[in-house]
């Protein structure tokens, strides 16, 4: 079954403990991104992938690092949590390139950070 | 940056109503896709429009592109239950190579039986 596994699936952690959020998807996907997801703020890209080593910021990247290693794994990495980074985490997948960018979500990460 | 505004935040409706959600980008689009993501739950593709003046339907739902490529719309014909969602509207456009998608806030539906 094509999808984007994410995992841990619910987190509560304390500021400053780092933590990795892992995201992986069986579609060959060439394009891969972060969003968090706050209300009244919607979906707002983190960081994204267009290919293996290849990464860029995307609109909120501060306190966010991540890595593309392998074509289907993309996690993301809080070196050093803090509260305002309390939020649902989607990774996405999709193909990248000039005819468009359909993306298919993950289930999403809760994430608490006291 | 790219923005992509999208009005109304939240919309409550009487089932049978119709329903309207709209997306302006502040500058021209290579394409524009719709999401609707359910309570609890991620965001799902619906649509993707490409070309100026496009329009496409799914049932109730009609999807619009502007002659400029800068604002989207979606329809919904006689709300359900089962469309209580939030719908996103999503920018797209080439960036090197590649495409960069900026989403807009979303749009809480509620539909009242």
């Known amino acids: 079954e094509a999808q984007v596994t994410q995992n841990p699936r619910y987190l509560i952690t304390v500021t400053g403990k780092k933590l990795t959020v892992t995201c992986s998807q069986n579609m060959n996907h060439e394009y891969m991104s972060w969003y968090r997801q706050d209300p009244g703020l919607g979906l707002r890209q983190i960081y994204y992938?267009?290919?293996?080593?290849?990464?860029d910021k995307g609109d909120v990247p501060e306190g966010y690092k991540v890595s593309r290693k392998e074509k289907r794994n993309f996690p993301l990495i809080l070196e050093s949590p803090s509260p305002n980074q309390t939020s649902l985490y989607f990774c996405?997948?999709?193909?990248?390139?000039?005819?468009?960018?359909?993306?298919?979500f993950g289930p999403g990460t809760r994430l608490l950070v006291l | 940056g790219q923005q992509v505004m999208q009005i109304p935040q939240y919309q409550h409706v009487q089932e049978g109503e119709d329903f309207t959600t709209y997306c302006n980008s502040s500058t021209t689009l290579s394409n524009i896709q719709w999401y609707k993501q359910r309570p609890g739950g991620h965001p799902v593709f619906l649509i993707q429009l490409v070309k100026s003046g496009e329009v496409k339907k799914q049932k109730r739902l009609t999807f619009q592109f502007g002659e400029a490529k800068k604002n989207s719309s979606l329809h919904i014909t006689a709300t359900q239950t089962t469309d209580v969602g939030t719908y996103f509207c999503a920018g797209g456009r080439n960036s090197g190579g590649y495409q960069k998608v900026t989403f807009g806030i979303g749009t809480k539906l509620q539909v009242i039986p």
């Open positions: 992938s267009m290919n293996v080593e290849v990464t």
């Open positions: 996405a997948s999709g193909h990248s390139g000039r005819a468009g960018g359909t993306q298919y």
